[in-house]
């Protein structure tokens, strides 16, 4: 039998090999789903590593919600292999849905029942019993903040409030694996920011993967995100790195007080310079987008400069893509690829 090595060149027992298998939350490898003939998905690849708040954006009809049911076990796959915390999805499913605390976009809560004995029912199903039961359903009310609604009917709660219930619901068994489908739809404003705010606690203690289309959602919640398109990813990685891909390696923005044709002449001569583009604005100035030759920062040199000659520098910054314009970007990418 062969052992893996260590990155010193020795072996490693079957023991510590089998805890470095399980140091991911969530492995897949080729997962593809086809309803007739149609494809939901299509031998989708990634891995999400324990603790992480990972973003899985794209629009309705993605894929996004067909992989969160494979992955809770709720449906098998055509094929391609899952594995959460270890434990294959289709093979293993009890050991998974024990990890793993799942609220779907349409939460299926009973309404007429009221929260705290909703969640005790809850916790009963999930396998926690008599005191143990209690004692989890007492620290999600107070972790989702719904102590003070524990004694209301369901039915009779906001839909801010039914999104924290069901939430409690998905974090009453402490699973280490939290999937979130679209969890602040048809919320307000404030409603929202609440929801966040839990999600990032969360992080503390629970791996969560948040599926949704919203895109300032991911922005403001998730320090990684999966983006995926007809059942495709087109990019994984933080969005600080798939804005400098979509701005060609740190496109500076700068605004100067300067004659155009002085600043033309200066960006035309400048070797770090790859291309540039000038729009004039109110007064004298003019706003230079200077992107850079093999990725340097233009940052210094747009100072320098500016002091050599004088010339007034009202603002000076990396060009910053929405998760929007990088959507829009791998999209327009993509079509133009399948239709050329």
Not at 116 to 142: H, N, P, S, T
Not at 287 to 296: I, K, M, N, S
Not at 322 to 337: C, G, K, N, P, Q
Request: with cysteine; glycine share 10%; charged share 25%.
């Amino acid at each position: 039998m062969n052992l893996p090595q260590d990155g010193g060149g020795g072996f490693i027992d079957e023991p510590q090999a089998a805890e470095m298998s399980t140091s991911w939350m969530i492995e897949v490898e080729d997962l593809t789903k086809r309803y007739g003939g149609h494809t939901a998905i299509d031998e989708l690849c990634f891995k999400v590593a324990r603790g992480e708040i990972v973003g899985f954006l794209g629009p309705n009809g993605a894929g996004k919600s067909t992989t969160m049911r494979i992955l809770s076990s709720f449906m098998p796959a055509t094929s391609g292999t899952a594995r959460v915390g270890g434990f294959d999805v289709f093979h293993e499913p009890d050991e998974v849905r024990r990890r793993i605390g799942y609220m779907p976009e349409n939460n299926p809560l009973h309404t007429d029942m009221r929260v705290r004995e909703y969640l005790k029912f809850r916790a009963r199903l999930k396998g926690l019993l008599g005191g143990r039961a209690r004692d989890r359903v007492d620290v999600v009310l107070g972790q989702c903040g719904l102590e003070e609604v524990s004694g209301k009917v369901i039915g009779h709660l906001s839909k801010g409030y039914r999104q924290r219930v069901g939430l409690a619901d998905a974090l009453v068994h402490e699973p280490e694996l939290i999937i979130l489908d679209e969890p602040t739809i048809g919320l307000d404003p404030n409603q929202i920011r609440s929801v966040r705010q839990l999600i990032k606690d969360l992080s503390v203690k629970h791996t969560v993967l948040l599926s949704t289309h919203i895109l300032p959602e991911v922005e403001m919640t998730c320090s990684r995100v999966l983006i995926l398109n007809q059942g495709k990813i087109l990019a994984a990685d933080t969005t600080l790195n798939l804005q400098r891909m979509v701005s060609g390696g740190g496109q500076v923005v700068a605004e100067i007080a300067a004659p155009e044709r002085d600043l033309r002449a200066c960006w035309e001569g400048s070797p770090e310079v790859l291309e540039f583009n000038l729009s004039p604005m109110d007064g004298d100035y003019i706003r230079c987008a200077l992107t850079p030759r093999d990725g340097v920062d233009l940052r210094p040199v747009v100072f320098d400069l500016t002091v050599k000659h004088g010339w007034k520098l009202r603002d000076l910054g990396r060009n910053r893509h929405s998760l929007e314009d990088i959507f829009v970007h791998l999209t327009r990418a993509t079509r133009e690829e399948e239709e050329g």
